[in-house]
């Protein structure tokens, strides 16, 4: 019986999927496929993702097995995988959905053409965003480097209704027991209470996020203390939930809880900065290493592999520089305020190179993501495309006493602190000796000491920054 090949990557869903829509309108057997590519321009995933994605090819086998549907996990360069499969099925069709990084997109069509030169019918379909970054562009034909008019513009643009799950193939067969390729280190056990891996986690995680949290999210989502974003991101990052559905059903939502409309609009305006993010991946050169506005290649960066290693390990002794680090560490997450001043802080008070913090979220995050994470690394560090201006420093005591007032957050992940009273929580220093002594706090034992003084490291960047030549 002819085989319909599904090539799974960033779309761990069944769900509003083209490509496996598409193969099960065909009628014919079909058999998925996800490889661990190992190609040299490939970007391994880090290790949290690692754990997310073993997690997320199991809970994929056993839906797809519901359908009649096995899937194949392969280890290897995806071209040579992708021969030894079709020869192995005798597959005659090909469905994968599109992705947008360069050199998956090279790749991609190296196997396109090849298959075609051996009559293996290849299609592609739209890729896990709102709108394919080459459908949407300025009046004079380019792409967009300002978020406003980009956001403007995607509005106005017809977004897909989202597929239907398909409905079974044929019997419903016994999940195969797949190698997933990754050995679970016993570290990764710490990610499991704060997370469920898969689809139907995905779709819940939506429901509860519109029901109990979006009404209150443009006030909350700054405060890391509250629990009022989505947490989708790694589903999103997976495909286990689409950017469409998410769309859909959240305007939905809004037309049924017209109170909640406004709220809905500021939520789906951060959905599209994921949109922006893969905008710039495909239009513009590997933007995880090279910087967007030229004009910051010339900038010296300081070599400082110490405060690197206490920026990481959440050691630098500003306590909510420390609370996020403790909590991307912990969870393989860390909430979006704190993505920022943590960022800042190192690429500007640090004065150390941004892609090295690009690198260590890249490895640490569970929603680790090719596009959002160096775009939004960029972004922060002033040379991204319409990025804050260099000479805005974010404080990180001034903003953990705005965003984290009763420090619930801090109190959380630097618990050494915690008997401090609020006016001193975000900046032990200013406690005089009995406070710190009723704390339980010995400076530079218990906790450390602020690495560097703020208001210096500020200036110090200022001058940096400062010195590159203005575009023109
Ligand atoms: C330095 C830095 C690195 C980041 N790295 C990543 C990354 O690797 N992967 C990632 O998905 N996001 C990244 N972000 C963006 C943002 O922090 C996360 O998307 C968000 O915190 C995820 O939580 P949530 O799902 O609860 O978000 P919600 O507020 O509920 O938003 C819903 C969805 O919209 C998208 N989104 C929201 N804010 C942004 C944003 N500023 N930029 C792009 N997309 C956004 C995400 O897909 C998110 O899941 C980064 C931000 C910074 C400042």
């Given at each position: 019986m002819p085989t319909h090949l599904v090539w799974l990557r960033n779309d761990l869903r069944l769900s509003d999927n083209p490509a496996l829509a598409a193969a099960c309108r065909s009628g014919e057997r079909i058999v998925a496929l996800y490889i661990h590519e190992t190609d040299d321009d490939m970007r391994a995933p880090g290790a949290a993702a690692r754990w997310w994605l073993h997690h997320g090819l199991k809970a994929l086998a056993g839906s797809l097995a519901d359908i009649g549907v096995p899937l194949r996990v392969e280890t290897g360069p995806a071209r040579a995988v992708m021969d030894e499969v079709l020869r192995e099925t005798g597959a005659e069709a090909l469905h994968w959905n599109r992705r947008y990084a360069p050199a998956d997109r090279r790749r991609d069509a190296e196997i396109k053409s090849a298959l075609r030169d051996k009559d293996v019918t290849v299609t592609s379909y739209p890729g896990n965003?709102?709108?394919?970054?080459?459908d949407i562009e300025t009046g004079q034909g380019k792409p967009y480097s300002v978020f406003t008019p980009f956001w403007k513009s995607l509005k106005e643009q017809h977004i897909d209704q989202p597929l239907a799950r398909p409905s079974r193939r044929g019997d419903k067969i016994k999940a195969p027991a797949i190698d997933t390729g990754y050995e679970q280190p016993h570290w990764a056990d710490k990610l499991v209470p704060y997370w469920t891996v898969g689809e139907a986690s995905a779709q819940e995680r939506l429901d509860i996020f519109l029901d109990q949290q979006v009404a209150g999210y443009p006030r909350d989502r700054d405060f890391p203390g509250v629990d009022a974003t989505s947490r989708l991101s790694p589903h999103l990052r997976f495909g286990e939930i689409s950017a469409r559905q998410i769309w859909h059903a959240t305007r939905a939502h809004a037309h049924a809880h017209p109170d909640k409309a406004a709220a809905i609009e500021k939520f789906l305006s951060e959905l599209a900065w994921r949109d922006f993010s893969h905008h710039q991946l495909y239009h513009r050169h590997d933007i995880r290493q090279v910087p967007m506005q030229r004009k910051f290649q010339d900038l010296s960066w300081r070599k400082a592999p110490e405060q690197l290693r206490a920026w990481q390990m959440g050691r630098t002794g500003i306590p909510i520089i420390d609370a996020g680090m403790r909590e991307l560490w912990e969870t393989g997450y860390m909430h979006n305020r704190v993505r920022m001043l943590v960022a800042s802080f190192l690429s500007?008070?640090?004065?150390?190179?941004w892609r090295l913090g690009e690198q260590w979220f890249w490895d640490c995050l569970v929603d680790a993501d090719e596009a959002n994470n160096p775009a939004s690394w960029q972004w922060v560090a002033g040379c991204?495309?319409?990025?804050?201006?260099?000479?805005?420093?974010?404080n990180p005591v001034t903003q953990g006493e705005r965003f984290d007032p009763n420090g619930t957050y801090v109190r959380r992940w630097v618990?050494?602190?915690?008997?401090?009273?609020d006016k001193h929580?975000?900046?032990?220093?200013?406690?005089e000796a009995d406070r710190l002594r009723e704390a339980g706090v010995v400076p530079g034992e218990t906790y450390p000491r602020a690495m560097v003084d703020l208001k210096a490291t500020r200036a110090r960047a200022l001058e940096a920054f400062g010195a590159l030549p203005s575009p023109g």
């Open positions: 965003v709102l709108v394919e970054p080459w500007k008070n640090l004065l150390i190179d991204g495309l319409d990025a804050a201006p260099y000479f805005r420093i974010f618990p050494e602190i915690a008997a401090l009273p929580i975000h900046d032990p220093s200013s406690a």
